[in-house]
């Protein structure tokens, strides 16, 4: 007899402290951090329009068993904490976030990438993963880190400073009064070199806060994890599908390149 795979739904909300007391305390740098994305990490599927009846009002969104596809929450509980969250003026909410998926051991377990926050260069405010995994217990594993950069500009030398002078192409042993030394000069698009106020503006970032913890938890119970800086709220519940998808991971479950940071 086929074993019936359990799923559920998970809900979390990510949060920053803002009456955070850090002025005791010491983090390391981000140059001393090895923080990178998993592998296989996924990105959430995006949730669904709600459909449009004839007289233009909003109809009920169609509720199938997708894996990983972001979702409102359903789970009254959670709806009320996150409610609370969002009234209180302790905290500044990052990202929410709901999806249903099957129960998967730690072996098959797909991370969900969090990405939220100010973005900076292709890199942004809060970022990371959490993984849920399903053997005796369950079990949500949090990667995450927050990180404040801070923009630098640089100057571009014009290209008259960049270029090799004539002796620098001799070797520094160049005779003008030898004929056979005569360099042979290329004709310059002015146009094409940059201007003197041509900059590069890159982002560095000053300080990484690493939220890296794995919690045991219990179906149907709201989780805190959080450092000064940051906290998530979690809340895992069963869920049953109303229609079996055609496979048991959608397109979308294609590892995302691991991304190092500094």
Do not use: C
């Amino acid at each position: 007899e086929a074993t019936i795979t359990p799923w559920y739904e998970v809900s979390l909300v990510i949060f920053k402290h803002r009456n955070s007391p850090t002025g005791n305390e010491r983090w390391p740098t981000p140059d001393t951090l090895n923080i990178s994305f998993p592998h296989g990490i996924l990105e959430l599927e995006p949730a669904l329009e709600p459909a449009t009846t004839g007289d233009g009002k909003a109809g009920p969104v169609e509720q199938a068993a997708i894996p990983f596809r972001n979702s409102k929450p359903t789970d009254v509980g959670f709806q009320q904490a996150l409610r609370s969250i969002q009234l209180s003026s302790n905290y500044e909410i990052m990202t929410s976030a709901s999806w249903k998926q099957p129960a998967l051991d730690k072996e098959q377990a797909i991370p969900v990438l969090i990405q939220a926050g100010d973005e900076f260069g292709g890199y942004f405010e809060l970022e990371g993963s959490v993984t849920l995994t399903v053997s005796r217990y369950l079990h949500m594993k949090a990667d995450l880190w927050l990180s404040e950069y801070i923009q630098q500009v640089e100057m571009i030398a014009p290209w008259w400073e960049s270029t090799n002078t004539v002796a620098d192409s001799f070797g520094g042993d160049f005779d003008p009064s030898e004929p056979s030394a005569a360099p042979a000069y290329q004709d310059i698009d002015f146009g094409s070199q940059p201007s003197y106020s041509e900059t590069v503006t890159r982002y560095e970032s000053v300080r990484t806060v690493v939220l890296n913890e794995s919690r045991r938890m219990r179906s149907g119970e709201l989780h805190y994890l959080d450092n000064p800086m940051f906290g998530l709220l979690v809340k895992v519940v069963p869920y049953e599908p109303s229609t079996t998808p055609a496979s048991d991971a959608p397109e979308s479950m294609v590892d995302a390149t691991p991304i190092s940071l500094r």
